[in-house]
């Protein structure tokens, strides 16, 4: 199977949308896209949506983040966890932003490296989500997936990318974050995968099926 019909597969199977994705569908603005993108580390989906829509309903500038207080934007964003240091992050590159792009989101990968809280994978989520430039955000799902699927064979995320974007053509990696997340949510996740529903367990190295009916069975005798 090729690369596309296997992610058409995946995409068949999935549902909802995942919260960078709906901001994206939305077209909001890339820096409520960024901010997003730094509240969601460590954090569930539905966290970071919540986190979001408090804190944008009463700060959804860089200028009016970089005036509010410390402590109201930490009680916003406070769903998020690791709620201080990300407080004080946004509040940070809000201001980085007005001084040094015009209060603008930068649609470069190394501006954005710049920016504190900002690693490979929010750059590219602003990248892909923002600016709809082909990169690969690699999360622990795409990271888990990818090898899982044998597509690469890699120890860490970083490494994944690289793999990932010597393999993968380019035409598909603005798809890849936004499938390959929402896939290991619901389907192969990280404990237990849902090998025995899953739409491409024909093709997949990795099909834990027949492990865990073992595993099922002996618990049973
Ligand atoms: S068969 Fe299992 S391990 Fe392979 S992709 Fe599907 S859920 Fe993941």
Same mark, same amino acid.
């Given at each position: 199977m090729e690369y596309k019909e296997i992610l058409d597969e995946i995409e068949k199977q999935l549902e909802g949308e995942a919260h960078l994705d709906e901001l994206a569908r939305k077209k909001q603005d890339p820096f409520k896209i960024l901010i997003s993108t730094i509240l969601s580390a460590r954090t569930r989906d539905a966290n970071t949506r919540i986190a979001t829509e408090k804190l944008f309903a009463k700060y959804n500038t860089p200028e009016s983040i970089a005036k509010a207080n410390i402590d109201d934007i930490e009680q916003l964003v406070k *769903? *998020?966890?690791?709620y201080k240091v990300k407080a004080a992050r946004i509040k940070e590159v809000s201001k980085i932003l007005i001084e040094e792009y015009n209060s603008n989101v930068p649609d470069d990968y190394e501006e954005l490296l710049n920016l504190p809280g900002v690693g490979s994978k929010t750059a590219n989520c602003v990248l892909v989500y923002a600016f709809k430039v082909p990169a690969i955000p690699v999360d622990t799902h795409v990271h888990r997936i990818s090898n899982r699927l044998g597509w690469v064979t890699t120890k860490n995320p970083l490494k994944t990318e690289v793999a990932l974007k010597n393999t993968i053509p380019k035409e598909l990696w603005i798809k890849l974050n936004r499938l390959l997340v929402r896939f290991g949510q619901q389907i192969c996740v990280s404990i237990k995968p849902k090998c025995d529903v899953c739409s491409i367990n024909k093709i997949c190295p990795k099909d834990f099926s027949m492990e865990l009916a073992v595993k099922k069975k002996k618990k049973s005798l």
């Amino acid at each position: 199977m090729e690369y596309k019909e296997i992610l058409d597969e995946i995409e068949k199977q999935l549902e909802g949308e995942a919260h960078l994705d709906e901001l994206a569908r939305k077209k909001q603005d890339p820096f409520k896209i960024l901010i997003s993108t730094i509240l969601s580390a460590r954090t569930r989906d539905a966290n970071t949506r919540i986190a979001t829509e408090k804190l944008f309903a009463k700060y959804n500038t860089p200028e009016s983040i970089a005036k509010a207080n410390i402590d109201d934007i930490e009680q916003l964003v406070k *769903s *998020s966890g690791f709620y201080k240091v990300k407080a004080a992050r946004i509040k940070e590159v809000s201001k980085i932003l007005i001084e040094e792009y015009n209060s603008n989101v930068p649609d470069d990968y190394e501006e954005l490296l710049n920016l504190p809280g900002v690693g490979s994978k929010t750059a590219n989520c602003v990248l892909v989500y923002a600016f709809k430039v082909p990169a690969i955000p690699v999360d622990t799902h795409v990271h888990r997936i990818s090898n899982r699927l044998g597509w690469v064979t890699t120890k860490n995320p970083l490494k994944t990318e690289v793999a990932l974007k010597n393999t993968i053509p380019k035409e598909l990696w603005i798809k890849l974050n936004r499938l390959l997340v929402r896939f290991g949510q619901q389907i192969c996740v990280s404990i237990k995968p849902k090998c025995d529903v899953c739409s491409i367990n024909k093709i997949c190295p990795k099909d834990f099926s027949m492990e865990l009916a073992v595993k099922k069975k002996k618990k049973s005798l």
